[in-house]
């Protein structure tokens, strides 16, 4: 598996040197560090979300007090 640190270094070094080997390898080096990258994080089903519908709501009547 590919680490980011590697794909740090050689993005690094395509930047500083314009080798066009570099370039290539780091763009290989990330597609494969996204193939292998399987970790998803989770998404919260908190229905938090739907306290603040309220306040961006235009349907609803403004307060006069």
């Known amino acids: 598996m590919v680490s980011l640190k590697k794909i740090d270094e050689v993005a690094i070094r395509w930047n500083k040197t314009k080798n066009p080997e570099d370039k290539d ?3 290989k080096l990330i597609k494969e ?3 292998n990258n399987t970790k998803r994080r989770t998404l919260s089903t908190d229905s938090s979300d739907e306290s ?3 306040r961006y709501d235009d349907n609803r009547q403004g307060k006069l007090f």
Request: hydrophobic share 45%; no cysteine; net charge negative.
């Open 25 to 27: 390898l780091w763009y």
């Open 33 to 35: 560090y996204g193939l």
């Open 52 to 54: 603040n519908a309220e």
